[in-house]
């Protein structure tokens, strides 16, 4: 395909976005324009490599990829098993890491293990059905929240939570612990599919890049 044609690329906004852009720079890709922090805008354009970058909310970074409004996303697989969007999981880049976990205060692990009907609130509905009704088999009530989900168990909204856990600060602060592990997270590398095809060599050659520094 022809070199003309740019390769978009769609970032979750924060910390992820920071940190891609560091590994971005050690391969050679660099983007000055969106080191400004007082900028408003919202996508910056490397025309030496022909790339265009934007910055999106993390749940949208798999829609923009999937319809091809990018042809790489960076976001975390938190988001991709929630959103559960047909792209390519192309790259682990090893950054971002921490777990999906159902916490709350230490008398409800034995709800947990007793298969009763609880509530359960989370921002990851979907992965929290997954795992209640699919893994382990357990019909329980789910609880979208949009944020602060710790908030759940102390007000009484529900028993429990599904939600990330990074250092378990936020959880120590509020009197609730980790009862269940439900998976590994970290940030990902996704390819809308029909890009992988037209733009294959320098997709390939992007991801063998990216593999190169993250082994060092
Ligand atoms: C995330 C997550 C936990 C917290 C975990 O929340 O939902 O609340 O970080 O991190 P820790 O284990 O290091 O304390 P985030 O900061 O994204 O805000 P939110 O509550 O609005 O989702």
Redesign the pocket.
């Known amino acids: 395909m022809s070199e003309d044609r740019y390769l978009t690329f769609a970032l979750g906004k924060g910390r992820l976005a920071n940190k891609t852009l560091e590994l971005f720079e050690k391969i050679g890709i660099t983007c000055e324009e969106m080191k400004d922090k007082n900028t408003r805008k919202l996508i910056f354009v490397d025309e030496k490599n022909k790339l265009k970058f934007f910055l999106s909310k993390g749940p949208d970074v798999p829609t923009y990829v999937e319809y091809g409004a990018a042809d790489i996303g960076v976001v975390g697989k938190d988001t991709l098993l929630e959103e559960n969007r047909r792209v390519y999981e192309v790259l682990d880049l090893g950054y971002g890491k921490c777990k999906m976990c159902v916490c709350g205060p230490k008398e409800a692990k034995e709800l947990l293990q007793h298969h009763e009907m609880i509530r359960v609130a989370s921002?990851y509905p979907n992965i929290a059905k997954d795992y209640f009704y699919n893994k382990k088999h357990q019909t329980v009530d789910i609880i979208k929240l949009n944020?602060?989900?710790?908030l759940g168990p102390i007000v009484k909204l529900s028993d429990v939570i599904v939600?990330?856990?990074?250092?378990?600060?936020?959880?120590k602060e509020n009197g609730l612990e980790v009862l269940e592990e439900i998976c590994p997270l970290s940030a990902r590398m996704i390819v809308n599919q029909v890009s992988m095809q037209m733009e294959a060599d320098r997709i390939k050659k992007l991801i063998q890049d990216l593999k190169g520094v993250l082994a060092e």
């Open positions: 921002k944020g602060s989900v710790e939600d990330i856990v990074e250092t378990g600060g936020t959880l």
